[in-house]
């Protein structure tokens, strides 16, 4: 079974910088399509940004281009979210998800694991 373990969350003042890890466990990870999700108090869940299983495609959610920056490191089954120029509007629940079909989509359909979450809050 697939085990998706987020960590690197906590209180950051508006400006600042926190980097996410997701650690991955328990299934061919450097195979999978990976991405982060986020979803703030009484908002639904929405696509942050995602890699694919080569690396090379990266998309963004138009609202952390230039901000934060997703990464893997496949030799540690671990995937990476730098996020800098934090926004208060950025606080909320970061989720790790993987896609057994490798691509980098956006949709959390497309998605077939799911990590627990860390959460992330911007102090303004």
């Known amino acids: 079974q697939v085990q998706l373990v987020e960590s690197g969350g906590g209180l950051v003042q508006a400006g600042g910088s926190l980097r996410l890890s997701c650690a991955a466990s328990g299934g061919t990870f450097s195979r999978y399509g990976m991405a982060w999700f986020r979803q703030a108090p009484g908002k639904e869940r929405e696509f942050v940004a995602g890699i694919n299983w080569s690396g090379y495609s990266t998309p963004y959610a138009d609202s952390v281009k230039g901000r934060f920056t997703i990464s893997r490191d496949k030799a540690r089954n671990t995937v990476f979210l730098q996020m800098n120029s934090l926004k208060p509007e950025d606080t909320a629940v970061y989720y790790c998800?993987?896609?057994?079909?490798?691509?980098?989509?956006?949709?959390?359909?497309?998605?077939?694991?799911w990590g627990k979450g860390t959460l992330v809050t911007v102090s303004s």
């Open positions: 998800a993987a896609a057994r079909s490798g691509s980098s989509t956006a949709s959390s359909e497309g998605m077939d694991y």
